[in-house]
Nanobody
Framework: QVKIVESGGGLAQAGESLTLSCTASGLNDGAMGWFRRAPRKEYEGVACSQWSRGETTYDDSVKGRFTLSRNGSLNTVTLHMNKLEPDDTAVYYC????????????????????WGQGTQVTVSS
């Protein structure tokens, strides 16, 4: 059983930085990343790292501002969020999947999807 533990988030002003971290115990390979849900909007993929391919994919809205790093031995990913904007305000969810980033970047709940509880990020202008 995969267990997701998230940390980080909080309040920031536009232009500032925040960091989110996530550990997926019980997952030895596959994909880990983050998606978010802003008020009155649908789930939106943010970033995902596919370990076996050594690939990290970002949504266009965060490219150049957010960086996803991975510590494979600890099954941990960290999302460094720089130059935050008010539109980044959302609940951020860490997610893991044994096979693909696809269900993280296009958030899909299925039997092999593991989601965290979510952490609030609020950016004021």
């Amino acid at each position: 059983q995969v267990k997701i533990v998230e940390s980080g988030g909080g309040l920031a002003q536009a232009g500032e930085s925040l960091t989110l971290s996530c550990t997926a115990s019980g997952l030895n390979d596959g994909a880990m990343g983050w998606f978010r849900r802003a008020p009155r909007k649908e789930y939106e993929g943010v970033a995902c790292s596919q370990w076996s391919r050594g690939e990290t994919t970002y949504d266009d809205s965060v490219k150049g501002r957010f960086t996803l790093s991975r510590n494979g031995s600890l099954n941990t990913v960290t999302l460094h969020m720089n130059k935050l904007e008010p539109d980044d305000t959302a609940v951020y969810y860490c997610a893991a999947n044994p096979h693909t980033c696809g269900v993280i970047l296009r958030p899909t709940k299925r039997s092999d999807s593991y989601w965290g509880q979510g952490t609030q990020v609020t950016v004021s202008s």
